[in-house]
Each structure stands twice: as structure tokens, then as C-alpha cells.
């Protein structure tokens, strides 16, 4: 791809020659509805292609100019990159051409040039005087400085110089990014007869290929590209900045409107809350108060909602530059950060102001000064800081979440994000999910004091397992998070896995005071008594200790390997049937046995016997052959080993 891609918009009063200086300038007519040739206006957003060579290919939309259809001049003027700014000679300035350029300035397109049209019909006075009140009328704004030709468009005069003076800028103008993941805002949608749902629009960001599958947001409806076309003639691909015509498969017309977007960005979540910085130039012909009605102007999408103040009752109070307050919308809306939008007055009607959004994904904050100062924030923060502040409000945070909250492009966040791990700032936790490096040390201080508080009140466990250390944790911190905090600790070490239990490093488990002679009565009565005695639980009354004690002592005696249960739940002493199991071993000679052999040698009864070498069995220290047994040698090692 070695072109250059352009939209140029048309803007300017009704009747002012826009219709006639774009077929001057690509020979095509943009009136197509008949009703816009017999009432000789524009009624809807009309294309052509603007053939200027060197590289560069051009479209140029030109947009209604009658206030009645202000909806449709928003939605074409969206995407463009540079506009003509056309004035009649002999009109002057007109209401429709002062609300056009202050649109333009809101959405802020910064590329223009000043058309003065029908010059053919006044004189060079008069003309003087145009010129004059143009440069007054538009002095401090945008287009104070643009070059200005005058022209006549049915006799051709002028036309060429106009040409070249947007080609020698066309330079100047920064072209849209094509790497970026494809997103086209929707102004026109209609069906053909044997092709089906087809699409119109300018292309934002991204480029989109024929047989690509596509999101339309915000339903979210997946799509797929049957064909594409750039000015009627079918394209493998189409870039940023082009206007293009996309037949979809898997949808019908009826299903999408104006307003809707085609992209591939998973970062574009559908919203209805969103904070915005707000321009107000010139003087409103109304109050705008708390809470009041409103049309929403961003991309080619048109939506009622509620304007919310955080710092006044009013539009007209306070500073009228930079206001940072919130649109509540009727419907959803995909937007990224630093989308331009328009804010209208539904009635009486009247253009209010414009500028960019701040965060896509807004909240409903209180009313005050803290609030201006977490958007201020917002707004002048660094991308880093604003990464940050995402994942430090979620703890953990996968880039495209990220992404899709800071209204930045999933590869840029990357981006951002791998050069803040160089500082240590942030912390991968998978491929995809990061965290903050403060996030995870508070975590660790969690854990570490969960563990603690848990070794205080249970003094005789281990610790708890890992699944109950998650489900306490969860509360504060994602689930991934502390799975990596509890990884880390036990590579450092600070925490130790034994079995299925977590414990510090530094932790014993013990008696509590109160009851350890007591509890050592019992581990000593228990260590003296065979296999067959009057009982655990027998030996803990005998002791005096607490029922709740009697289920601890005992769990603490197997965790630390202290004690053994049978297969019927009999409770011995390690050292028992560690003895036991010897004496039967050396006894056998290592050879093949059955129970009345070791019934004789353990002196136990039948039942007893059993209960023994069913536990030898199930430790697969022994297995059964018919009705004998033999050793299982490298099993019977390891128990024979232990201390």
C-alpha cells in the first residue's frame, strides 16, 4: 500500500454551490434522490471520488446545509480529514455556514480551505467586502488562517487553482492509521436486490478485507465481508480514510442503521455512561441546566440523553473551555477516548458545543469538588498513569480490558504496558492479564497476615488449604492474582505446601498452652497402648479436654504424622504401627503371608488383624495374592524409614 488515503468535506449554507463546486471538481453529481433534484437541495450525504493523482486518493462528501438536516451534515463530516468551507459571494456569511464551521472546529478538523463561490456574480467590491467579512467573521477560529479562492463552478473559474492549493496541503495532513484494528462508523444502509445488506462509510482506523469476519456494534452481531467496494469498483481490501461500500453476509439492512460500527476492536464495549470534556463557544441562545435533554452527536450515531454536571447547575456557569461532566444515554454507544462528539438541544433546537471524550466506560459519581478532581486527572494523566488507575481499581486487569477502558488501542496499551514493566511498575501474571507491582506486594501482605492470623486461632493445623486461602483472598484481590502472589511466596519461600496445606515458613503447628500438658498425657497414653485400646476419644475425657479439642488433637496428630488411622477409623499411635509393622516383616522373613500368620505373630484378634493388613494394603505396603499377601519392598522402605 503505497497511496495515500483522503476524505474531504463539503461544508456550508444551503444554496451556496456545494452540490455544484463537488461536480466541478469530480464531474459527478451528488444529488441521487430525485426529491433532492426537483427541490434543488441536498437531503442526504452525497460521494464522489476526487481523481488528483501523485499518490493520493481522495473522496469528497458534501453534506446538506439546511438546519433541517444538521443530523446528516454531523454524520459526513465524522470521518473527513480536511473540509472546503464554502461561502456564496453573494451572500456572505450565513447562519448555516457560522453552526457548520463551529461543528467542524468541535470535531476538531483543523485542515481547510474557504471556498467564495458564484464570484461571477459581483463585482470586485463586493468581493473585497466577502473577503473581509469572512476573515472577521471566522478570526481566532480555525479557518482564520485558511487559504481562500474564489471560484465560479459553472464557468469553471478558479476551479484548477483550488485543485492545486488542496493538493499542495494535502501534504500537511496527518493520514489516518491503517495498522490499527479496522473500525467504520455506518452513514448509510440499504439492501440490493441479489446481493442483500450493503453498507456505507469512511473508515476511521484500520483496514477491513473481503471474506473478513466483522463485529456490528453495538449488538454485537457478528458479520462477514462478501465484497467491497471504494467509489464502485471492487477492492481485495479498503484502508483508513477511504470511503467504502461493504456488501455483509449474515445480516439484513433492516437489522442496522446509521450510527452503527463495523470493527474488529474487541476494545469497543458498548456504553451509555460516559465522561466527557465539553467546549461551549460563543453564546447559547438557552440554559442548558442540570440534568437536561439532549442530542449526542459522536461518529454517524444520533442519541438522546441526559447531560449531568459534577461542578455546576448550569451550562453558562463557571469556565466554558475544558467542563468535565458526563452524557447519560438512552442507548448504547461504541466509543474509544478521545472521540469527538457534538451535543445538541432537541428543542428548541440549537447546537450546544462539542469536543472529546474522556472515559468511554464512566460511573455515576457524587456531585463536588473530589469528582472534578479524579476527572481532571483523567484527563491530564499520562496513558501510564491512566493504566495505573485501571488496574489499580480492579487489582488485575487483561490488556483488551485495559484497552477498552483507557479507549486506547489494544497495541498501544501493550505497548505502554511492556515498557512499564522495564520499571518494574507492572507485573505480567499470565500472557495477557497484568497487575501493578503495589497491587501484588499488598496482596502478599494479605496472605501472609491471613496465614498468621490463621496459625494463631488454629495453632495445631498446618494451615488451611489452598482453596480456602482463594475463597478468603477472593474478596480483596482476583482469584489469578493471588494464585501468583501464593506461587511467588513459595518459590521465596515465606510460605511452604505441605500436602494440601498452605503454611509460613516460620510456622510449627503446637499445642495451645492452655491444654498441652494435657494433650501430651493423651500422645503418651496413646504412643504406650497397642493397636487395640479403650479409645481416642476415651483418652481426651480421661484428660478432661473439650470436644472441639478431641477433633483438632487428632487432626494435628496426622499432620504431623504422629498417628495412623485403620480401616474402621481406629486411632493409633505412629510408633505402634510402625512397630507392628516391623515385627510382622522381620517375622515373615519378607516372604508371602496370610492372616492367621500374622494374626500369630501380632497376637491381635481376627478382627484387629484385618483392620491392620487392610491399612498395610491400602498404603500399598503389601498386596493380596489369592489369600496371602506379599511385601511391596520400595513401599515398605519408605515407612520403615520414617521417623
Known sequence: MSDSFFTIGMAGHIDHGKTTLTKALTNIDTDRLKEERERKISIELGYAPFDIGGGYQVSIIDVPGHEKFIRQMIAGVAGIDFVILVVAADEGVMPQTREHALILSYLGVKNAVIAVTKCNRVDEEMLELVESDIRD??????????????????????????????????????????????????????????????????????????????????????????QLQVHKEIVDSAYAGQRAAINLGGISSNEIQRGNILSTNPSLIPTKTIDIVLQVKGDLGYLLKQRSRIKFHTGTSEIMGTIVYFDRNELSEGNLENILCQIRLDEPVAVLREDRFIIRRPSPVETIGGGWILDPQGEKYKFGKGTIKMLQQKMEGTMEERIADTIRDVKAATILEISGSIGASEEETKETIDSMTE??????????TVSLKTVILAAKEQLVAYLDRYHQQNSMRLGPGKAEVLQSLKQSFPVLLVEHVISHCLHEEIVMKIGPSLKLQTHQPSFPKQWEKRMQNVVCHLSKSGIKHEGFDEMC??????????????????????????????????????????????????????????????DLSRKYCILFLEKLDALSVTSRVNDQRKWVNHKLEQYLERE
Open 137 to 226: 467573521e471566522f478570526s481566532g477560529t480555525t479557518f482564520s488562517e485558511a487559504p481562500m479562492y474564489f471560484i465560479d463552478s459553472l464557468s469553471g473559474e478558479g476551479i484548477d487553482t483550488l485543485k492545486e492549493g488542496i493538493i499542495n496541503r494535502l501534504p500537511n495532513v496527518k493520514q489516518r492509521d491503517s495498522v490499527q484494528k479496522f473500525r467504520m462508523p455506518i452513514d448509510q444502509a440499504f439492501t440490493l436486490k441479489g446481493k442483500g445488506a450493503i453498507v456505507r462509510g469512511t473508515i476511521f482506523e484500520g483496514t477491513v478485507h473481503s471474506g473478513e469476519e466483522l463485529f456490528l456494534l453495538p449488538s454485537k452481531h457478528s458479520v462477514r465481508v462478501r
Open 423 to 432: 520499571t518494574d511498575n507492572v507485573v505480567y501474571l499470565n500472557a495477557n
Open 541 to 602: 475425657s480421661q484428660q478432661g479436654i473439650p470436644a472441639e479439642y478431641k477433633s483438632e488433637l487428632e487432626k494435628y496428630l496426622i499432620e504431623t504424622n504422629n498417628a495412623i488411622t485403620l480401616e474402621d477409623g481406629t486411632f493409633i499411635h505412629w510408633n505402634v504401627f510402625k512397630q507392628a509393622l516391623e515385627k510382622l516383616y522381620e517375622e515373615t522373613n519378607g516372604d508371602l503371608f496370610n492372616v492367621q500368620d500374622a494374626k500369630a505373630i501380632l
